[in-house]
Structures are given as structure tokens and as C-alpha cells.
């Protein structure tokens, strides 16, 4: 016969196994996880081993959320929207391509802008060339009488005593002068005194009918004869007659008369340099404007001393180019050779009408 404690523990085995039966039955049903260890005491043995299984047989049988729900809702949401209807794609049609701009297409443009004018177009003026005529005209005066005074006096009319090898000496040295002398003189020669276009219907009279047909325009240079009060010889040449010796754009008036490179103007500077030296003009004739204000009884000499340099200055710069011939640059005009003055002067553009017109002349080396 079984003790008490065997009954009881039977007892609680069997209510606790239809207990389990009954949980399992109703989780699995309606799918609610009702933990039934609640009925179960802590102990040992063959109960701990129950509450183990129960309560995996518990989690397998929690529902696990689906994921798949919220993309199911948003995908009805996006289905149950209209679509919008869609612009039709336009393709951008590139636009025909127009006449390739090239140099000879240029100089064809602004040819055919100079011929319907109606006038003439003045491309280039030389400075003035009194002072470099003057000293020219003397230095060359000067070699040419010393010639004929010593040929005079000392070749033709030697004088009594004097050495047989003084003649021949001073022969050899009136050569030298004569040659000095045609120097100074034909440096005034070939200067171009001034560029103008001339549209080739004011030709007419000038030109033949084939001449006219050549260019539209026509470019007519002035040039200086090498003695005083001669006109000047006027000539006409197509622009393809032409040549540079190099691009004129930046140089006329900016190389000073000893062939050095002047201080760049403002205009070939950046914006910030261009502010700069004007603010530092402005201070510069503001100071000038004080001085001369506290300084007003010495106004007269301060001015003529000023203006006796510049005069001086000027003077002397004429007298030393007959010397060099300084600040010309070789121009070619059909086969012959002339002089452009680049030390200063006024060109259209500031040279870049003679650079689209006329050729560039290539170096020698070239």
C-alpha cells in the first residue's frame, strides 16, 4: 500500500498532465500563449523536467508577427493612388550649325564693314617728325660742308710746307663726311605719315575696272619725301599687299624712343591694378594741388623749369634719332620697304585694325 506522499505526488502528476493537455488544446486553437507553469510549484524532479517542455511548447506556439503587413499596406496605398500621367520627353534638337568663323572669314567681314561706309577710314597717323627733320637736315648740312671746306682747302689747295699724305688723309676722311651727311638726309625718307582705307568705289577714276575688282577696299598710305616742303607721295595697295614686321596692337606709343618698353598703359592691366593707380593719381594731384597752394609765389619757375625739361627733353631725344633711327619698324609695302613709326602716333583700335587687315610677316628664321 502506497505511502501518503506517493498518492499526493501521484495525484498532482495526473492534474498536472490534463492541465497541460488542456493548455496545449486551447493554444493551439485560438493561437494565445497562456503560460501554465502558474499551476506549477518550484520543485525538483520529474515537475521541473514538465515546466521545461511546457514552456517551449508555449514559444512554438506564439504567433510571430508577419513583416510582410506593412509593405501590404503600402503597397494598396500606392496602388489605390492615381498615377499622374506622364509629359511626353521631348528631344532637344540642336540647331543647325552656322559658318565656321576663321580668320579668313574675319578678314572678309571687316573688309566688307570698311567698304560700306562710304568714307575713308584713317587706320594709322604718325606723330610729328619737325624736331627729327630739323636735325636730320643739319647734321646732314653739317657732314656735307665740311666736305666741301676741307676738299677746298686742304685737297685741292693744300697749303705751302704741308705733308703730301695730308690731302690723301683728309680725302679718305671727306669721304667718311660725304657719306654721313647722304645718311642723315635719306633717314627722312620712306615715313609713313599716315594709313587710310578707302572704299573702292571712290577709286573709280583712279583705278581700272580690273584693278576694282581685286578688293573691295583699298589702302592708301602717305609717305614722306626726303626733302622739305615737297608734297607727300600717296600710293594704293590691296590689304593683301601688305605685311607687319609684328602684331601693332599694344605697341604704337608704348616703346619710348631708346627702344625700351614704356610702363604698360592702364587699359592692359587687370581691374585691381586699374583702381589702384587711380587712386594713386588722385592722391598724387591732390598733394600737387596742396603744394601749389602753399607754394604760390614760386608757381612761375616750378612751371617754366617743367616745361623747359619737357622742351629739352623732347629736343634732344629728335637730335639723338637721326643718329639710330630709333622707334621705327620696317613695314612692306609691295616689294619696297618703308618706315611706320611705333614710338608713338594714334591707331584705330589701338592697332588692332592694322593686324586684322595686313599679314603678319614671318621671322627670318621661320
Keep these: 500500500m502506497a505511502s501518503l506522499p506517493q498518492r ?89 550649325a552656322g559658318p565656321r568663323l576663321t580668320a579668313a572669314n574675319a578678314l572678309k567681314s571687316y573688309v566688307e564693314r570698311l567698304a560700306t561706309k562710304g568714307s575713308r577710314t584713317l587706320l594709322y597717323e604718325a606723330p610729328s617728325h619737325f624736331w627729327y627733320r630739323v636735325s636730320s637736315f643739319a647734321a646732314g648740312a653739317f657732314c656735307i660742308t665740311y666736305t666741301v671746306v676741307q676738299y677746298w682747302e686742304v685737297y685741292l689747295h693744300p697749303r705751302e710746307g704741308l705733308a ?66 615737297l608734297p607727300m607721295k600717296k600710293r594704293l595697295y590691296t590689304p593683301e599687299e601688305i605685311q607687319l614686321p609684328f602684331r601693332m596692337f599694344g605697341v604704337l606709343g608704348n616703346l619710348s624712343v631708346l627702344g625700351k618698353q614704356a610702363p604698360p598703359s592702364p587699359k592692359n592691366n587687370t581691374m585691381v591694378e586699374v583702381v589702384r593707380a587711380e587712386r594713386e593719381a588722385r592722391e598724387a594731384r591732390a598733394r600737387e594741388i596742396q603744394y601749389r597752394r602753399d607754394h604760390i609765389m614760386t608757381a612761375p619757375f616750378r612751371d617754366g623749369a617743367k616745361v623747359g625739361k619737357q622742351v629739352a627733353g623732347g ?5 639723338k634719332r637721326p643718329f639710330f633711327r630709333e622707334g621705327f619698324a620696317k613695314i612692306l609695302l609691295g616689294k619696297t620697304e618703308y618706315k611706320i613709326d611705333v614710338s608713338g602716333g594714334w ?20
Design 8 to 96: 499526493i505526488g501521484s495525484q498532482f502528476f495526473l492534474l498536472t498532465r490534463q492541465t497541460t493537455t488542456s493548455t496545449w488544446h486551447s493554444c493551439a486553437s485560438a493561437s494565445i500563449s497562456t503560460p501554465p507553469t502558474r499551476f506549477l510549484f518550484q520543485s525538483n524532479g520529474p515537475v521541473a523536467t514538465i515546466r521545461t517542455r511546457l514552456f517551449h511548447i508555449t514559444r512554438r506556439a506564439k504567433p510571430s508577427p508577419s513583416p510582410a503587413r506593412p509593405a501590404l499596406r503600402r503597397n494598396a496605398s500606392s496602388s489605390a493612388a492615381p498615377k499622374k500621367p506622364s509629359a511626353p520627353v521631348v528631344t532637344p534638337t540642336k540647331p543647325p
Design 164 to 229: 703730301t699724305w695730308v690731302p690723301h688723309a683728309f680725302g679718305l676722311i671727306c669721304i667718311f663726311m660725304t657719306a654721313m651727311g647722304i645718311y642723315f638726309v635719306l633717314g627722312t625718307q620712306h615715313i609713313i605719315r599716315h594709313i587710310e582705307a578707302v572704299p573702292t568705289h571712290m577709286l573709280a577714276k583712279r583705278l581700272s575696272p580690273a584693278a576694282q575688282a581685286k578688293s573691295p577696299i583699298y589702302i592708301e598710305v602717305a609717305m614722306q619725301r626726303p626733302f622739305p616742303f
Design 315 to 319: 629736343v634732344w631725344a629728335s637730335v
Design 347 to 366: 591707331a584705330l583700335e589701338d592697332g588692332k585694325a592694322l593686324d586684322r587687315l595686313f599679314t603678319i610677316r614671318p621671322a627670318p628664321g621661320q
